[in-house]
């Protein structure tokens, strides 16, 4: 297994996912987002900048007495036209491993309006009146990360996985054919690592084998800064041997829960909405956090989210540094643990896609919340008013048609020249043949001199040049 790697890197270049050294980008029909500096070669006047994510609503509140201020380790999953939504409900402190944990279950039809059914599989506190889908299965409902299983030609037995498990077990597969009845599949099949988090899992096809995200140490053990290893399966029971997450030179921090998946509209590409964790940073008083109600010291720590991206194998781009979503005003969002991401980002409606974190960790008052962005949106290529242009690398691509993600002000546009190579302008697709893009679509086609075929470029190597004021451009696609 650990051969998947090498394989991964041929397939890769193959396929374009990364570039071999003086060729061009194949990104054939594939939706690429401006989420890193891959197909970005010249900025003049604009920069590659984070969106700011939507605060919308509380979706869930952990008030149920098997939940409690201790829940957490949320995955989202739309399934068809179901949503599915499994979390950690503990609702005594320090009890992490024990049967006081228990998983449980909510769903929704849109991603918006969510409910916890009574299932009836469990007696919980005397009782099967409850949501829960796991429990006395110590420790493994402490982070059950279940995910939709999308390998061609998977058994209907095993139409949902989960990852779960801590350093004593190492970490277990799990499956389920309906989402709600989970029987253990393959029993210790990663041992390296400190699991100490959600440890989270996803059929990739990009890379055509299972991929699983857990916690490690960069000091070994359970020293140094809370980190990533990645370790990669075919058949779900052989894993390789972990392999560290590469960030590049970035500064290390500690990321608490990695969440990475991948993104629903362009597969090849994962984003990992993450946890950062900042031990000791405290911004609660002992009086502060009594009168929050938060008790066994859950506030002497603080963390926030970061936007992390990969695409394939062991290496994290950390093109954006700085919080993605802020703790917010009050210090209730300033306790221990809190701020924490769900695994699972999802369609939610035409135009949005929304992501849930969970606010008040620790407190009476522990819940879930939306966030949302525009489809593709997690980052943008950003011009001001007084104008700028950028130049993608050398690309090919299949289709006969340019497709944009935009947005400009009403004083914006957005023109788009296409160029061979080595930058020069193709006859009629300069920026002058170009029409003027205005206003805000999720997929406009481009068109020069009043038509869109673009066939003829097809399959040999272009630049494209976007010149734009006051406009973020998001995604490209050829269709």
Request: charged share 20%; proline share 5%.
């Amino acid at each position: 297994m650990r051969g998947c790697s090498w394989l991964f890197c041929v397939v890769a270049v193959a396929h374009g996912l990364v570039s071999a050294a003086s060729e061009p980008v194949n990104i054939g029909s594939r939706r690429e987002l401006f989420v890193d500096h891959y197909l970005l070669d010249t900025l003049d006047n604009v920069k590659l900048v984070p969106a700011t994510p939507v605060h919308a609503e509380t979706v869930l509140r952990f008030d149920a007495p098997w939940e409690g201020r201790y829940s957490g380790y949320v995955t989202v999953i739309q399934d068809d036209d179901l949503y599915r939504m499994y979390y950690r409900g503990l609702p005594e402190a320090r009890r992490d491993g024990s049967n006081s944990e228990v998983t449980c279950y909510a769903e929704s039809k849109d991603g918006v309006v969510w409910h916890k059914p009574e299932i009836g599989l469990f007696s919980v506190d005397g009782s099967n009146n409850n949501n829960v889908v796991l429990a006395d299965h110590a420790p493994y409902s402490h982070n059950f990360a279940p995910f939709l299983n999308t390998r061609p030609g998977a058994p209907e037995a095993h139409n949902y996985l989960a990852i779960a498990g801590t350093k004593t077990t190492g970490l277990s597969v799990f499956a389920s054919p309906d989402g709600l009845r989970w029987e253990m599949l393959h029993e210790r099949v990663i041992t390296e690592g400190a699991f100490d988090s959600q440890n989270v899992a996803f059929w990739s096809d990009a890379e055509n084998c299972y991929v699983c995200y857990f916690r490690t140490w960069s000091g070994g053990g359970y020293d140094g800064y809370r980190w990533v290893s990645r370790s990669v399966s075919e058949n779900l029971s052989v894993w390789s041997a972990p392999e560290v997450m590469d960030a590049g030179d970035a500064p290390p921090e500690h990321i608490y829960t990695n969440q990475t998946l991948s993104y629903f509209r362009a597969p090849h590409l994962y984003i990992a909405l993450a946890a950062r964790f900042m031990p000791g940073r405290r911004i609660v008083s002992e009086e502060a956090a009594a009168a929050l109600g938060v008790e066994a010291g859950y506030f002497n720590d603080c963390s926030d989210n970061v936007l992390m991206t990969s695409r394939g194998g062991v290496r994290y781009d950390r093109t954006f540094m700085e919080g993605y979503v802020r703790p917010g005003i009050g210090l209730e969002n300033w306790t221990s643990r809190t701020n924490y991401p769900a695994h699972g980002i999802v369609p939610s409606s035409e135009n949005e896609m929304s992501f849930y974190i969970q606010h008040n960790y620790g407190q009476p008052t522990a819940r879930l919340d939306r966030y949302t962005l525009r489809l593709d949106g997690f980052a943008s290529v950003r011009a001001g008013y007084d104008g700028g242009v950028f130049t993608t690398v050398p690309l090919t691509f299949q289709g006969d048609a340019l497709r944009i993600n935009f947005a400009t002000s009403a004083a914006g546009s957005i023109r788009v020249a296409i160029c061979d190579a080595d930058g020069n302008v193709i006859d009629g697709f300069s920026e002058n043949d170009s029409e003027e893009i205005i206003g805000n679509m999720i997929a406009r086609t481009v068109k020069w001199r009043g038509e869109a075929d673009i066939t003829a470029l097809a399959g040999q190597p272009v630049r494209l040049k976007f010149i734009m004021k006051d406009a973020d451009i998001y995604a490209l696609q050829f269709k």
